[in-house]
């Protein structure tokens, strides 16, 4: 299976766009380079860039992995990529470049970011997008799943 990020060109294209969104403010439900951005709309921006989507995401309260117990943003994934052929899940314990890493915080799955040479790139609460080192264990102590892309056919 080829997986979206293995092509060196393409892998090249995700780092320059990573750091374009690096300091991007924090913005609940809103997905703007520069603008404001949270997390799950900063990996969809991205993804559609090479042409993946178009995402349905509803809307979703700040605290909603709080209070209840439905995994709202694993099915949105599993649905709209998984699904459709345009994914898989690879080992927890060994991302590779272009790995879109779920965590769970509260009830549920309910923080994305991208892998990419042992940084994870990520739109941070109150903090915006960053670039947080991989062995960084105040982060990334949790539960974690990687969902590696797979290369669209032409």
């Known amino acids: ?3 979206l990020f293995d ?3 393409k892998a090249e294209q995700l780092h320059a766009l990573l750091k374009e969104w690096l300091h991007t403010p924090y913005r609940h439900w809103c997905g703007v380079k520069r603008e404001g ?6 990996i969809i921006r ?16 700040r605290d909603w992995n709080r209070h209840n117990k439905e ?23 060994t991302p590779v470049n272009g790995d879109i890493l ?11 970011g991208f892998f990419f040479d042992a940084h994870v ?3 941070i609460n109150s903090v915006g997008v960053e670039r947080i080192h991989w062995k960084d264990k105040t982060w990334f102590k949790r539960r974690r799943f990687n969902l590696r892309m797979v290369e669209q056919c032409q």
Do not use: R, W
């Open 1 to 3: 299976m080829n997986y």
């Open 7 to 9: 092509n060196k060109n």
């Open 37 to 42: 951005c949270d997390c799950i709309h900063f």
């Open 46 to 61: 991205i993804l559609e860039e090479f042409k993946y989507g178009p995402f349905h995401i509803p809307q979703y309260a």
């Open 71 to 93: 995994e709202l943003l694993l099915n949105e994934i599993t649905k709209q990529i998984i699904n459709k052929g345009s994914g898989t899940f690879g080992n927890k314990d």
């Open 102 to 112: 779920l965590y769970k915080f509260g009830n549920t799955i309910s923080h994305v």
């Open 121 to 123: 790139y990520q739109a």
